[in-house]
C-alpha cells in the first residue's frame, strides 16, 4: 500500500460520533448484549521514548485508548512505554503475544518496526500516529496522519498578533514531515499576518524550503533537539529565544516543551508558549496560564474510533487524513486572554483555508 493509494478515512466530528468513517460505511459499535457476552477486547499502544505522561502525543493516544474503553467496557486498554528505539520491536512483539485485538503505534520513529510487525502478523490489526508505512503487504494498518500546517497556520497568526516584540520562535524534537510540517504552518500563519496588515513580525528557528509542504516531505532549515525527552535542552533553546528578542515561542517537541514553559517562567510575564498536540490547558493545567494556545491535533479522537472499529470488527485498514475542515487538526486558545477581534479574524482564515481560498504554504507570501 502507497501513501497515493491508501483508502482515506476521515473523522466526523471532534468529539462525537464513536464511530470511525471509511469510504461510506460508518463503523459502528456491537450492540450492549453482545458486548456482554463477548470475550474482552483488548487495545494496546506502544509509546515513543517520551512515555505516557509527556502531555503530549503519547498521553493523547493513551487517552483515546481509555475513551474507546468509556464506550465499550468490554475493551481492555494496556500500554509500554519505550524509553529507547531498542525497545520498540519487543513492545509490539510482546503486544502480539498477549493477543491485542489492535495495537496503536506512537510515533514517525516506529515507522519501521511498524512496518515489519505488520508484514510479519497479516492478521494483526495495527493503528500508527503520525506515520503511513510505506511497503506494507497487507492492509492491516491504518495510518493516522493530520495536516497540522492548517491548525498551525492559525496558530502562527495568533502568535504574530500577540506578540509585543515582533519577534516569535519554533524548534523542532526531531526534523522529520510531522514535526516540521507544524514549523511549516507556523511561519506562514505569521508571514501572512505580516501581508494583510502591513507588519514584519520575525521567526526564529525554522526556515522553509521552497515547494509544497507535504507529509511525506516537508523540508527547510530550523533548530532541533534531536529527540522528545530532552527538557533541559528546551529551556535552553526557549532561553535563547527570550535572549534573541522572542516572547513566544511554538515547540513541536512532545515532552521537551515542558522545558519551554520553564524557561518562560523563568522570564517572566509577557513570556508565553504555544503548545502542541494536546490543550496545554487540560494536559497541563497547572501551567495554563503560560499558554497562548495549542495547535492541536485528533491524535484522541482518532485513535479511540481506531480501536472501536477494531473491536466490532469493522477494522479497515488505510489513511485517516485529519484536516481543519474535519477537525481532525484544531488551534484552541490558552491561558493569556485573546482580544475578540482576533479571534474573529482567525476563525474567518480558518474557513479559508478550509475553502481552499487561503494558502497553508509559506512561500505564497513575500518575506519581510
Not at 29 to 42: D, H, N, W, Y
Request: charged share 15%.
Amino acid at each position: 500500500m502507497s501513501r497515493g493509494d491508501s483508502r482515506r478515512v476521515r473523522l466526523g466530528t471532534w468529539l462525537g460520533t464513536a464511530s470511525l468513517l471509511a469510504g461510506s460505511l460508518t463503523l459502528g459499535v456491537g450492540s450492549v448484549s453482545a458486548q456482554a457476552a463477548a470475550k474482552p477486547f483488548k487495545a494496546c499502544v506502544v509509546t515513543d521514548t517520551g512515555g505516557i505522561n509527556d502531555k503530549s502525543f503519547n498521553a493523547s493516544a493513551w487517552k483515546g485508548m481509555q475513551d474507546a474503553h468509556a464506550k465499550n467496557k468490554n475493551i481492555a486498554v494496556s500500554y509500554l512505554s519505550s524509553t529507547s528505539s531498542a525497545d520498540y520491536v519487543p513492545n509490539i512483539n510482546t503486544f502480539i503475544h498477549r493477543g491485542c485485538g489492535i495495537i496503536v503505534t506512537v510515533g514517525f520513529l516506529m515507522d519501521q518496526a511498524t512496518q515489519q510487525a505488520a508484514n510479519a502478523h497479516p492478521k494483526q490489526k495495527f493503528a500508527i500516529v503520525d506515520d503511513a508505512p510505506t511497503g506494507l503487504k497487507y492492509h492491516n494498518v491504518l495510518a493516522l496522519q493530520y495536516e497540522t500546517n492548517q491548525a498551525a497556520f492559525l496558530g502562527g497568526y495568533l502568535a504574530a498578533a500577540s506578540t509585543h516584540r515582533g519577534v516569535v520562535g519554533t524548534y523542532g524534537g526531531m526534523s522529520f514531515p510531522s514535526v516540521t510540517m507544524y514549523m511549516n504552518g507556523f511561519v506562514a500563519g505569521v508571514r501572512y499576518y505580516d501581508k494583510v496588515k502591513g507588519a514584519a513580525v520575525k521567526v526564529l528557528g525554522w526556515t522553509p524550503a521552497k515547494g509544497n509542504c507535504t507529509l511525506a516531505k516537508c523540508d527547510g532549515t530550523g533548530t532541533f533537539v534531536g529527540n522528545f525527552t530532552d527538557q533541559t535542552a528546551g529551556k535552553t533553546i526557549t532561553a535563547n529565544d527570550f535572549a534573541a528578542g522572542a516572547d513566544i515561542v511554538f515547540p513541536v517537541a512532545g515532552s521537551v516543551g515542558l522545558g519551554s514553559v520553564a524557561a518562560a517562567q523563568q522570564a517572566g510575564k509577557g513570556h508565553s508558549i504555544m503548545w502542541v498536540d494536546s490543550n496545554g490547558c487540560v494536559s497541563d493545567a497547572a501551567d495554563c496560564s503560560w499558554f497562548i494556545g495549542t495547535v492541536a491535533k485528533g491524535v484522541e479522537p482518532s485513535v479511540r474510533d481506531a480501536v472501536l472499529a477494531a473491536a466490532s470488527g469493522k477494522f479497515r485498514g488505510g489513511t485517516y487524513l485529519g484536516t481543519l475542515r474535519n477537525q481532525g487538526t484544531a488551534l484552541e486558545y490558552g491561558g493569556i486572554k485573546v482580544p475578540a477581534a482576533v479571534k474573529k479574524a482567525i476563525a474567518t482564515i480558518a474557513k479559508g483555508i478550509e475553502a481552499g481560498r487561503i494558502s497553508v504554504n509559506p512561500n505564497s507570501y513575500p518575506v519581510k
